[in-house]
Protein backbone atom coordinates (compact mmCIF):
# COMPACT_ATOMS: atom_id res chain seq x y z
CA UNK A 1 0.00 0.00 0.00
CA UNK A 2 1.15 3.97 -0.20
CA UNK A 3 1.66 5.58 2.94
CA UNK A 4 0.00 9.86 1.87
CA UNK A 5 1.41 12.44 3.33
CA UNK A 6 4.54 13.04 5.58
CA UNK A 7 5.21 9.61 6.13
CA UNK A 8 8.06 7.31 7.12
CA UNK A 9 9.25 4.07 8.51
CA UNK A 10 9.88 2.02 11.45
CA UNK A 11 13.06 -0.36 10.49
CA UNK A 12 15.06 -2.66 13.18
CA UNK A 13 16.96 -5.49 13.01
CA UNK A 14 17.84 -8.46 15.09
CA UNK A 15 21.12 -7.65 17.64
CA UNK A 16 23.80 -9.94 16.59
CA UNK A 17 25.62 -12.39 19.02
CA UNK A 18 27.81 -10.47 22.01
CA UNK A 19 31.09 -11.97 22.18
CA UNK A 20 32.75 -11.84 25.33
CA UNK A 21 36.36 -11.30 25.47
CA UNK A 22 39.76 -11.40 28.33
CA UNK A 23 37.94 -12.47 31.17
CA UNK A 24 34.71 -11.66 30.58
CA UNK A 25 32.23 -14.11 30.29
CA UNK A 26 28.64 -14.57 28.47
CA UNK A 27 25.32 -14.92 30.98
CA UNK A 28 24.11 -17.71 29.10
CA UNK A 29 20.38 -18.05 29.55
CA UNK A 30 19.59 -14.56 28.23
CA UNK A 31 23.11 -13.98 26.18
CA UNK A 32 22.50 -10.09 25.79
CA UNK A 33 26.00 -9.35 28.36
CA UNK A 34 29.32 -10.48 29.09
CA UNK A 35 30.54 -9.80 32.20
CA UNK A 36 33.83 -9.91 35.15
CA UNK A 37 34.06 -10.03 38.47
CA UNK A 38 37.25 -8.14 40.01
CA UNK A 39 37.87 -9.10 43.45
CA UNK A 40 39.66 -6.35 45.76
CA UNK A 41 41.94 -7.90 47.43
CA UNK A 42 43.78 -5.44 49.23
CA UNK A 43 43.04 -2.68 46.75
CA UNK A 44 39.71 -1.71 47.67
CA UNK A 45 37.83 0.56 45.34
CA UNK A 46 35.05 3.02 45.91
CA UNK A 47 32.05 2.38 43.46
CA UNK A 48 33.72 5.72 40.83
CA UNK A 49 36.83 4.15 41.25
CA UNK A 50 35.48 0.72 40.15
CA UNK A 51 33.88 2.47 37.35
CA UNK A 52 36.99 3.90 35.72
CA UNK A 53 38.84 0.47 36.33
CA UNK A 54 35.87 -1.48 34.67
CA UNK A 55 36.05 1.20 31.22
CA UNK A 56 39.65 0.69 31.39
CA UNK A 57 38.95 -2.88 30.13
CA UNK A 58 38.09 -1.54 26.73
CA UNK A 59 40.54 -2.98 24.52
CA UNK A 60 39.48 -3.02 20.75
CA UNK A 61 35.40 -2.98 21.94
CA UNK A 62 34.73 0.44 20.90
CA UNK A 63 31.76 -1.11 18.82
CA UNK A 64 30.05 -1.86 21.95
CA UNK A 65 28.50 -1.01 25.27
CA UNK A 66 31.12 -0.98 27.57
CA UNK A 67 33.08 -2.07 29.25
CA UNK A 68 31.30 -0.39 32.63
CA UNK A 69 30.21 -1.27 36.32
CA UNK A 70 27.86 -3.77 35.70
CA UNK A 71 24.12 -3.53 33.86
CA UNK A 72 21.71 -5.93 35.61
CA UNK A 73 18.71 -6.03 33.56
CA UNK A 74 16.74 -9.36 34.77
CA UNK A 75 16.51 -12.51 37.46
CA UNK A 76 19.25 -14.61 34.87
CA UNK A 77 21.99 -11.65 34.78
CA UNK A 78 21.55 -11.23 38.70
CA UNK A 79 21.87 -15.16 39.55
CA UNK A 80 24.96 -14.93 37.25
CA UNK A 81 26.49 -12.12 38.52
CA UNK A 82 25.83 -13.53 42.19
CA UNK A 83 27.56 -17.15 41.41
CA UNK A 84 30.37 -15.08 39.67
CA UNK A 85 30.82 -13.14 43.00
CA UNK A 86 30.67 -16.31 44.91
CA UNK A 87 33.25 -18.34 42.64
CA UNK A 88 35.67 -15.19 43.08
CA UNK A 89 39.00 -16.17 45.04
CA UNK A 90 38.96 -13.63 47.81
CA UNK A 91 34.99 -14.03 48.79
CA UNK A 92 34.64 -13.97 52.65
CA UNK A 93 33.26 -17.45 54.28
CA UNK A 94 30.11 -16.84 56.15
CA UNK A 95 27.92 -14.35 57.58
CA UNK A 96 30.25 -11.66 56.85
CA UNK A 97 29.85 -8.42 54.70
CA UNK A 98 30.42 -8.88 50.99
CA UNK A 99 29.66 -5.90 48.92
CA UNK A 100 30.18 -5.64 45.15
CA UNK A 101 29.75 -2.72 43.15
CA UNK A 102 27.07 -2.67 40.20
CA UNK A 103 26.48 0.40 37.87
CA UNK A 104 23.42 2.09 39.06
CA UNK A 105 23.13 4.92 40.83
CA UNK A 106 20.46 7.89 41.27
CA UNK A 107 23.57 10.61 41.67
CA UNK A 108 21.21 12.83 39.38
CA UNK A 109 17.99 12.81 40.75
CA UNK A 110 17.50 11.33 44.53
CA UNK A 111 16.02 7.91 43.64
CA UNK A 112 15.82 8.09 39.76
CA UNK A 113 18.18 5.06 39.57
CA UNK A 114 19.65 4.80 36.24
CA UNK A 115 22.64 2.46 34.62
CA UNK A 116 25.88 4.76 34.63
CA UNK A 117 26.95 2.11 31.86
CA UNK A 118 24.19 2.10 29.21
CA UNK A 119 24.01 5.86 29.00
CA UNK A 120 22.05 6.68 32.30
CA UNK A 121 19.01 3.78 31.01
CA UNK A 122 16.67 3.89 33.46
CA UNK A 123 15.92 0.89 35.82
CA UNK A 124 13.76 -2.31 34.21
CA UNK A 125 14.45 -5.05 36.66
CA UNK A 126 15.88 -4.38 40.28
CA UNK A 127 16.94 -6.93 43.32
CA UNK A 128 16.50 -4.10 46.57
CA UNK A 129 17.15 -5.70 49.53
CA UNK A 130 14.05 -5.30 52.14
CA UNK A 131 13.80 -1.61 53.12
CA UNK A 132 16.58 -0.06 50.29
CA UNK A 133 17.23 2.11 48.56
CA UNK A 134 16.99 4.12 51.56
CA UNK A 135 19.72 7.19 51.14
CA UNK A 136 20.28 6.40 54.76
CA UNK A 137 19.88 8.67 57.42
CA UNK A 138 20.09 11.10 54.24
CA UNK A 139 23.84 10.50 53.98
CA UNK A 140 23.51 10.55 50.13
CA UNK A 141 23.94 7.22 48.92
CA UNK A 142 23.77 7.23 45.11
CA UNK A 143 25.54 4.28 44.03
CA UNK A 144 24.63 0.74 43.92
CA UNK A 145 26.17 -2.76 45.40
CA UNK A 146 24.86 -6.22 45.61
CA UNK A 147 25.67 -8.06 48.58
CA UNK A 148 27.99 -11.14 47.76
CA UNK A 149 26.62 -12.76 51.20
CA UNK A 150 23.63 -12.70 53.23
CA UNK A 151 23.85 -9.96 55.60
CA UNK A 152 22.84 -11.01 59.20
CA UNK A 153 19.53 -11.74 58.14
CA UNK A 154 18.50 -8.40 57.14
CA UNK A 155 19.71 -8.99 53.50
CA UNK A 156 20.14 -12.31 50.85
CA UNK A 157 23.10 -12.81 48.69
CA UNK A 158 22.49 -11.19 45.54
CA UNK A 159 20.39 -8.40 46.81
CA UNK A 160 20.80 -4.73 46.37
CA UNK A 161 21.75 -1.71 48.59
CA UNK A 162 22.10 1.76 47.76
CA UNK A 163 25.41 2.81 49.26
CA UNK A 164 27.85 5.86 49.46
CA UNK A 165 30.46 7.47 47.45
CA UNK A 166 33.06 6.68 49.86
CA UNK A 167 32.81 3.31 50.91
CA UNK A 168 35.41 0.71 49.38
CA UNK A 169 33.84 -2.19 47.58
CA UNK A 170 35.30 -5.75 48.32
CA UNK A 171 34.58 -6.57 44.01
CA UNK A 172 33.06 -4.67 41.05
CA UNK A 173 31.27 -6.56 38.16
CA UNK A 174 32.01 -5.35 34.95
CA UNK A 175 29.75 -5.55 32.00
CA UNK A 176 29.22 -5.08 27.97
CA UNK A 177 27.10 -5.71 25.44
CA UNK A 178 26.01 -4.92 21.36
CA UNK A 179 25.69 -1.53 20.20
CA UNK A 180 23.09 -0.94 18.23
CA UNK A 181 24.49 0.62 15.06
CA UNK A 182 23.96 4.39 14.42
CA UNK A 183 20.99 5.86 14.95
CA UNK A 184 18.61 2.59 16.34
CA UNK A 185 17.94 2.21 19.78
CA UNK A 186 17.48 -1.03 21.87
CA UNK A 187 14.41 -1.86 22.61
CA UNK A 188 14.65 -2.10 26.42
CA UNK A 189 12.05 -4.54 26.82
CA UNK A 190 14.00 -7.72 25.33
CA UNK A 191 16.63 -6.53 24.28
CA UNK A 192 16.60 -8.54 21.12
CA UNK A 193 16.29 -5.93 18.75
CA UNK A 194 17.58 -2.35 17.69
CA UNK A 195 14.80 0.19 16.05
CA UNK A 196 15.00 3.43 13.71
CA UNK A 197 12.17 5.59 12.99
CA UNK A 198 12.88 7.75 9.48
CA UNK A 199 10.44 10.16 9.06
CA UNK A 200 10.58 11.07 5.13
CA UNK A 201 8.34 14.75 3.67
CA UNK A 202 7.24 13.09 0.87
CA UNK A 203 4.94 9.67 0.44
CA UNK A 204 6.68 6.43 0.19
CA UNK A 205 5.44 3.25 -0.45
CA UNK A 206 5.62 0.30 1.52
CA UNK A 207 8.37 -1.40 -0.82
CA UNK A 208 10.75 2.26 -0.89
CA UNK A 209 10.75 1.75 3.14
CA UNK A 210 11.76 -1.73 2.92
CA UNK A 211 14.24 -0.73 0.91
CA UNK A 212 15.19 2.09 2.94
CA UNK A 213 15.39 -0.19 5.81
CA UNK A 214 17.70 -2.84 3.98
CA UNK A 215 20.29 0.18 2.81
CA UNK A 216 20.87 1.38 6.10
CA UNK A 217 22.18 -1.73 8.01
CA UNK A 218 23.12 -3.67 5.21
CA UNK A 219 25.27 -6.69 6.76
CA UNK A 220 22.55 -6.74 9.81
CA UNK A 221 20.10 -7.54 8.10
CA UNK A 222 17.56 -4.19 8.81
CA UNK A 223 13.90 -4.81 7.56
CA UNK A 224 10.85 -3.03 8.15
CA UNK A 225 10.15 -3.12 11.41
CA UNK A 226 8.85 -6.58 13.68
CA UNK A 227 7.22 -6.15 16.54
CA UNK A 228 6.47 -9.12 18.56
CA UNK A 229 5.53 -8.67 21.65
CA UNK A 230 3.43 -5.69 23.66
CA UNK A 231 5.93 -4.19 25.38
CA UNK A 232 8.17 -3.82 22.10
CA UNK A 233 5.21 -2.12 20.49
CA UNK A 234 4.93 0.33 23.60
CA UNK A 235 8.39 0.84 22.72
CA UNK A 236 8.27 1.59 19.54
CA UNK A 237 5.45 4.16 20.30
CA UNK A 238 7.44 5.70 22.48
CA UNK A 239 10.45 6.16 19.29
CA UNK A 240 7.28 7.67 17.66
CA UNK A 241 6.79 10.45 20.29
CA UNK A 242 9.45 11.10 23.22
CA UNK A 243 12.86 10.55 23.66
CA UNK A 244 14.51 9.07 26.18
CA UNK A 245 17.79 7.30 26.43
CA UNK A 246 19.80 6.42 22.76
CA UNK A 247 21.58 3.38 22.04
C1 LIG B 1 23.97 0.52 56.59
C2 LIG B 1 24.28 0.84 55.13
C3 LIG B 1 23.05 1.37 54.43
C4 LIG B 1 21.91 0.40 54.60
C5 LIG B 1 21.67 0.12 56.07
C6 LIG B 1 20.57 -0.90 56.25
C7 LIG B 1 23.64 1.60 58.66
O1 LIG B 1 23.74 1.72 57.28
O2 LIG B 1 24.72 -0.32 54.52
O3 LIG B 1 23.27 1.56 53.07
O4 LIG B 1 20.77 0.91 53.99
O5 LIG B 1 22.86 -0.36 56.67
O6 LIG B 1 20.36 -1.18 57.59
CA1 LIG C 1 21.13 1.92 51.74
Not at 22 to 38: H, I, N, Q
Not at 48 to 53: H, I, W, Y
Not at 160 to 171: G, L, P, R, S, V
Not at 201 to 223: I, R
Request: net charge negative; proline share 5%.
Amino acid sequence: PTMYGRSGAICSYAMPAVTCEEGFTLEPLRGERCFKVVSAESNKKTWAEAKTACEALATGKLADVGPSLATITSPEENAYVLALLQGSPQKPPGTSEYWAAIGCEDTDEEGSFTWAGEMGRPLSYTNWAAGEPNSWKDKDENVCAMFGNDRHGTANAGEWNDATQIQKMDAFVCSYRRACAEGFRLDPTNEKRCYRVVHKEEVVTWFDAQLDCQAMVPSKGSDLATVIHKGENDFVMSLLGAKSYSA
